[in-house]
């Protein structure tokens, strides 16, 4: 139900946003429209799955894969999984796993050795070598080696086991130019990389017998194709020492991008390294690296090990999962139940969830959801926020929609309306969720969200923001608002409003006190630069009512017994 802002009185409003995430049972029971339940979720899925998870593991402190969500009862338990392949940066301010095995603060441990260490912004992350044991962080020291300098000691901040078995210990940041080392090892000090300017992980596709690879610190133009013959990729060992390194053309490069030829040999050192009961034993791994062209040709530092993609099954004519959803949020664990219920709801079969450093006990919220194992791939996947719900305003649903595009292979993105929603009137975070507490909105949408075919993608993976590059001869269509839209509500009250953008993580803008990009869409048209909340704003974004989804969602989850919500 649509209707003008000036028929209504803001004051009349319901309540409602799902603020309260119980970490028990929850809910009140699930209403009767909503006891489908999912198939179960994967980790080691199909090729284009890992590469999109690599897309967006470099900005993200873990991943979390959900599947076989059951609304009844909501009883949840979801599988916390690594995307990343190589394991590296995927758990940089996870304590999940830390470990509390004794030990002295002077006892040296044999059995630990590091193999990189990655320096950011905020700390330094040592990457352990396979095997190594790992104490509790209050029994060791992180020891730092400056040139001409006396030797640093600061405790640990974290020893951490994540998801694929990888050991990692966090520690204070430090300058740059130092070698780090463990109290407790007995392995010399390493060079200190920055997260900035470093090869971060490698995919090998034997489907077309390349190379993905993923580098930061080339500095690209977004959303545009490099010159790829400006570019090489180089494997080795030791790829300080060019006599003793392969080298292979770079295909295409575009962004952070870079796909190459797999040489000859690397191929059969995969299917070596697969094949051997203990894998490689080596101490040190081969590594794939870019380096530029020409006179001042400079090569990254590298962590990327080349790891296979699982094989491409040419006889599987239907994917696991006929849609799929990936997100990437920081301290919205309040908001996800209501995200991922709704959504499970109407179809969305799969998630792919990644934490940009969270410290709002997401885990606790996501281990209430059901465990799932291991499937395959999607045949679509949506990239929408965690404030952001599709609605289907007509009588079609998600089904219906990605049923009539997916007998079309010439349609590899789907593209769908933003409508965003204003605080409505409120001041306090409403109690029932989002949907059903945030009723008012502007008239016009904003931008597009896309639902896209990842076989369709075009191999280069160049991307912008709601924008894919799809492969020669496959278009996108725009769904009608009247079949399918997004309702997006950003912005609530000032309390999250400010939550959100005080630490903004979209495109082009980093902190909204930040005098940069003032005009960019990211930010809240009028609002400036300080975090001052404005006296008028529960009345802004305001031109529209509109009750669609708010309506649906009393319909289909309302407990008929209590009238209360499943989150």
């Not at 349609?411 to 029932?432: D, V």
Request: charged share 20%; aromatic share 8%.
């Amino acid at each position: 139900m649509v209707m003008s802002a000036k028929e209504r009185k803001l004051s009349k409003l319901g309540s409602c946003k799902g603020a309260a995430v119980a970490g028990g049972g929850g809910g009140g029971g699930g209403s009767p429209a909503a006891r489908g339940h999912r198939s179960a979720a994967a980790s080691a899925a199909g090729p284009q799955r890992r590469l999109f998870a690599a897309l967006f593991a470099f900005l993200c402190a873990g991943v979390v894969v959900i599947g076989g969500v059951h609304v009844i009862g909501a009883s949840f338990r979801p599988v916390l999984r690594t995307a990343w392949p190589s394991g590296t940066l995927n758990a940089i301010s996870s304590d999940a796993g830390a470990q509390q095995a004794g030990g002295g603060a002077d006892t040296v441990l044999p059995s630990v050795q590091i193999r990189h260490a990655v320096g950011f912004p905020d700390r330094v992350l040592l990457i352990l070598k396979d095997g190594s044991s790992l104490p509790a962080p209050e029994r060791f020291e992180c020891l730092y080696s400056p040139a001409n300098s006396s030797e640093l000691r600061h405790r640990a901040l974290l020893a951490v086991s994540s998801p694929d078995g990888s050991r990692l210990v966090h520690c204070p940041a430090e300058p740059s130019g130092v070698d780090v080392s463990l109290s407790l090892s007995l392995s010399p000090p390493v060079a200190l990389l920055q997260w900035d300017r470093l090869v971060y992980t490698a995919l090998v596709d034997s489907r077309d017998n390349s190379t993905v690879v993923f580098a930061k610190g080339m500095n690209l133009r977004p959303g545009r194709l490099g010159v790829a013959s400006r570019y090489q990729c180089v494997f080795g060992r030791d790829l300080s020492k060019p006599k003793h390194v392969l080298t292979s053309p770079v295909i295409s490069a575009a962004q952070e991008i870079f796909r190459c030829v797999t040489p000859v040999r690397i191929r059969r050192y995969l299917r070596m390294s697969i094949d051997a009961t203990n894998g490689d034993s080596d101490d040190k791994p081969m590594l794939v690296s870019i380096r530029t062209k020409g006179q001042r040709h400079s090569t990254l530092p590298s962590i990327a090990e080349p790891e296979p993609l699982p094989r491409y099954n040419r006889h599987r004519r239907q994917k696991a999962h006929s849609m799929c959803v990936c997100t990437m949020l920081r301290n919205q664990a309040r908001f996800l139940r209501e995200w991922i219920i709704y959504h499970s709801h109407i179809d969305v079969e799969r998630w792919f969830i990644y934490d940009n450093n969270s410290d709002d006990d997401i885990e606790q919220v996501l281990n209430t959801m059901d465990p799932s194992r291991a499937r395959e791939s999607c045949e679509w996947v949506g990239f929408i926020d965690i404030d952001e719900f599709l609605h289907f305003p007509g009588n079609q649903t998600l089904a219906d929609i990605l049923q009539n595009y997916s007998n079309r292979p010439r349609i590899g993105e789907l593209r769908t309306a933003c409508h965003s929603f204003g605080p409505s009137g409120r001041t306090k975070i409403p109690k029932k969720g989002v949907t059903t507490g945030y009723t008012c909105r502007l008239a016009a949408p904003e931008r597009h969200k896309s639902i896209v075919r990842p076989d369709a993608l075009n191999p280069s993976l160049i991307n912008v923001v709601h924008h894919f590059h799809l492969k020669e001869g496959v278009r996108y269509v725009n769904i009608g608002q009247g079949v399918m839209l997004i309702n997006h509500y950003k912005y609530q009250v000032w309390e999250v409003f400010k939550d959100k953008f005080s630490g903004r993580v979209a495109t082009y803008v980093a902190d909204w006190q930040d005098e940069e990009n003032v005009g960019s869409r990211d930010r809240a048209p009028g609002l400036g630069t300080k975090p001052v909340e404005p006296e008028d704003w529960p009345h802004r974004f305001c031109e529209i009512y509109d009750t669609g989804l708010k309506d649906f969602v009393h319909k289909a989850f309302t407990d008929p017994d209590t009238g209360s919500l499943p989150w």
